[in-house]
Nanobody, 125 residues
């Protein structure tokens, strides 16, 4: 079974920075894309940034120039450096990975998509 665990959320003032981390655990052979999504109160979950296995990033327009996504394939980790935060960035941030090839009790398995439990980022004005 594959699990994603996020860390690094918290409370920060406008203009501040935070770095989110996400670690994938399990008997993992490979992870294709990894990324971050967020969901603000009363809003739908939206993509923040994704990164391919080869390191090519993609960002939603609202975070371009402020956020940087990176990953460590050897450690099965993905990071999100968030700078110049504003109250509009306040949300639960979720780590996403997929497809993931891993060993399950049933043998080699491909998981289409795996989600973390989320970490809260609050930006005060």
């Amino acid at each position: 079974q594959v699990q994603l665990v996020e860390s690094g959320g918290g409370l920060v003032q406008t203009g501040g920075s935070l770095r989110l981390s996400c670690r994938a655990s399990g008997s993992i052979f490979s992870i294709n894309a990894m990324g971050w999504y967020r969901q603000a109160p009363g809003k739908q979950r939206e993509l923040v940034a994704t990164i391919t296995y080869g390191g090519s990033p993609n960002y939603t327009d609202s975070v371009k120039g402020r956020f940087t996504i990176s990953r460590d394939n050897a450690r099965n980790m993905v990071y999100l450096q968030m700078n110049s935060l504003t109250p509009e960035d306040t949300a639960d941030y979720y780590c996403n990975a997929g497809p993931v090839k891993a060993l399950s009790p049933q043998g080699p398995t491909q998981y289409h998509e795996v989600w973390g439990q989320g970490t809260l980022v609050t930006v005060s004005s």
